[in-house]
């Protein structure tokens, strides 16, 4: 089976920098994705890491470490828009995607 | 244009009833799914469709049915609704089923059985 753990809620605030952290346990790994989802609204794609190592796209960085089942997703220079929750998914076989439960981050001014 | 479209976004009816659900992606993409999202916000697959063939079923249980008229379109139907089926309903679709590509989710069918 597939166990993915993130911390249920977190509170930043604006301008300041937050990681949102994911461990998992799975078979079959092929990649992990980042979505981040507003409420009410459809999870969007934020990032994919399959090696190990940091990616960086504008403002969100994605960090993974396959050997201990961990990543990161890094938010940098905080706005109050980036209030959503943000979901940790590993790919296992032919994109079978398996969620975590999502952190929902609260940013403040 | 919408890439992932669903209809409808609401849907409220009676326990024990049939419904369906429509989803289309004008994207070109070979891979679509049926996610359920329940209330405490876990997003769990249950179902792939690649080229119109079923590819992944995880543990549903049989009254849900989905049916891929073509590679554009995967509609879910639900037979003998139950209470425990209210949730949001996401629809997303894929280039193909590798792994490393990106899944588009279209903005879901939040179903509420009374």
């Known amino acids: 089976g597939q166990n993915i753990d993130q911390p249920t809620e977190m509170t930043a605030t604006e301008g300041a920098i937050v990681q949102i952290n994911c461990t998992y346990q799975?078979?079959?790994?092929?990649?992990l994705f980042w979505y981040q989802q507003h409420a009410g609204e459809a999870p969007t794609f934020l990032s994919y890491?399959?090696?190990?190592g940091l990616e960086e796209k504008g403002r969100f960085s994605s960090f993974l470490s396959r050997s201990k089942g961990y990543s990161y997703l890094l938010l940098k220079e905080l706005q109050m828009k980036d209030s959503a929750s943000y979901l940790c998914a590993v790919s296992v076989g032919a994109n079978n995607l398996f969620f975590g439960t999502g952190t929902r981050l609260t940013v403040i001014p | 244009d919408t890439a992932v479209s669903q209809t409808p976004k609401y849907l409220v009816t009676q326990m024990g009833n049939d419904k369906s659900i429509k989803c289309e992606q004008n994207?070109?993409?070979?891979?679509m799914y049926w996610y359920k999202q329940d209330s405490k916000k876990f997003l769990k697959i249950m179902f792939s469709?690649?080229?119109?063939?079923?590819?992944i079923n995880e543990t549903v249980p049989n009254r849900f049915s989905p049916k891929s008229p073509d590679k554009a379109h995967l509609n879910l139907h639900i037979n003998s609704l139950e209470l425990g089926d209210s949730a949001v309903y996401f629809c997303a679709s894929s280039q193909g089923g590798r792994p490393q590509e990106t899944q588009y989710f279209g903005p879901g069918t939040r179903l509420l059985v009374l």
């Open positions: 469709y690649n080229n119109k063939e079923l590819i």
């Open positions: 890491n399959v090696l190990d």
């Open positions: 994207l070109g993409h070979d891979t």
């Open positions: 799975t078979s079959g790994f092929n990649g």
